[in-house]
């Protein structure tokens, strides 16, 4: 059962292990235009009924967090600060699991000295920012590109099912996929998405002093396969590649097997 527990305006989303382990803690960070609730149809129950704690929240100005009407002068940094907020909540440092900006996010807080038992990046913005994806998309995809800017102006009902199947899904069910979940998805924060633009830390190596997993997918219009390398060669690690999936891996209808995989990599995994 998923339970609430919002932290002063914070749209908290956890579902407690349904048998006991000694399986790390889990806390899921969301990508641009979502919310918590990406998490909750399938990688929470799924990981729960494995032994896993875990916890997913909303950023401000998403999901049912406060913030929605001063949205677009939100950054990063004030996500790396709610960030900080729910992971006070933790008896012991949880795994970050983050997804496109939530990845960013992710390595943002462990650069500035957070803590975490470790790092699983899903299709993330990568350390560089994100001009190279802008660039290969702009030179693959422009129609794309242009609608994705279309609906940070607008918001959720500037999305069309094809723009969303083709920015999330790509697959055989991508549009039923991107049918069901449009009407979900909001708007995202102008400032944030400027923010991406910068390298998390200049040069090559990023070193976050965890242990990190980076996955990317094969049908992925917005983060690239050649993205997902960059990141796991500044990260000191191989990327993990899923074909036949597009970006949002966690509700693709391959989610299975990239829950699998996280479970095989996680300390005290069951898979």
Avoid: K
Wanted: glycine residues 14%; aromatic residues 10%; hydrophobic residues 45%.
């Amino acid at each position: 059962m998923t339970t609430g527990g919002d932290i002063a305006g914070i749209e908290v989303l956890r579902r407690g292990a349904e048998n006991g382990t000694d399986a790390p803690p889990l806390l899921f960070l969301h990508g641009a235009f979502a919310g918590a609730w990406c998490w909750d149809e399938h990688f929470m129950p799924w990981f729960a009924d494995r032994g896993y704690d875990t916890m997913a929240f909303s950023f401000r100005g998403h999901g049912r967090s406060t913030g929605h009407a001063v949205l677009h002068g939100l950054g990063i940094d004030d996500y790396v600060t709610d960030l900080r907020r729910v992971v006070a909540r933790f008896r012991r440092p949880p795994v970050l699991v983050g997804h496109s900006m939530g990845g960013y996010v992710a390595m943002r807080y462990l650069q500035q000295g957070g803590e975490a038992a470790g790092l699983v990046l899903m299709a993330s913005v990568p350390p560089s920012g994100l001009w190279g994806p802008c660039a290969w998309l702009w030179m693959t995809r422009p129609v794309l590109l242009w609608q994705i800017g279309a609906l940070q102006a607008v918001g959720n009902h500037g999305a069309t099912v094809d723009m969303a199947n083709a920015a999330l899904f790509n697959g055989p069910n991508g549009r039923d996929l991107a049918r069901r979940y449009v009407p979900r998805m909001g708007n995202e924060s102008l400032r944030a998405c400027y923010d991406m633009y910068a390298p998390t830390v200049p040069g090559s190596a990023l070193n976050l002093g965890v242990p990190s997993l980076v996955m990317g997918a094969g049908l992925d219009s917005l983060i690239p396969p050649l993205s997902v390398r960059e990141t796991a060669q500044s990260l000191g690690t191989e990327a993990r590649m899923f074909d036949g999936m597009g970006h949002g891996m966690m509700l693709d209808g391959g989610w299975a097997r990239v829950a699998t995989a996280i479970d095989d990599w996680l300390p005290g995994g069951t898979a």
